[in-house]
């Protein structure tokens, strides 16, 4: 059983920064690519950014890159997501993921567990 919980969301001005925290329990997953995906209102879930299981290969959505940075700890379970120069339309509910295997890419698929997610609020 492996469950993930998410933390680190919040309310933030536009231009300001958040750093969520996605702490792994149960069956570690430090052999496993982790995710991050997010999903705003109305819309469909969407692919923000994966990282391997040594932290060596890293992905990220066109939307985000040069913005978003994603890091792994696997002594202390924990896989983070900082996020940067934060926009209006950045604002979602964002999920981290475990990987089916050591390296993940965009698709929903590639991922078998999933957080219950944590509220980020961009302000204008």
């Known amino acids: 059983q492996v469950q993930l919980v998410e933390s680190g969301g919040g309310l933030v001005q536009a231009g300001g920064s958040l750093r969520l925290s996605c702490a792994t329990s149960?069956?570690?997953?430090?052999?496993?690519?982790m995710g991050w995906f997010r999903q705003a209102p109305g819309k469909e879930r969407e692919f923000v950014g994966s990282i391997s299981w040594n932290g060596s290969n890293k992905l990220y959505a066109d939307s985000v890159k040069g913005r978003f940075t994603i890091s792994r700890d696997n002594a202390k379970n924990t896989a983070y997501l900082q996020m940067n120069s934060l926009e209006p339309e950045d604002t979602a509910v964002y999920y981290c993921a475990g990987g089916l295997r050591a390296y993940a890419g965009s698709a929903a698929e590639d991922y078998r567990y999933w957080g219950q997610g944590t509220q980020v609020t961009v302000s204008s």
């Open positions: 149960g069956r570690m997953l430090s052999n496993n690519a």
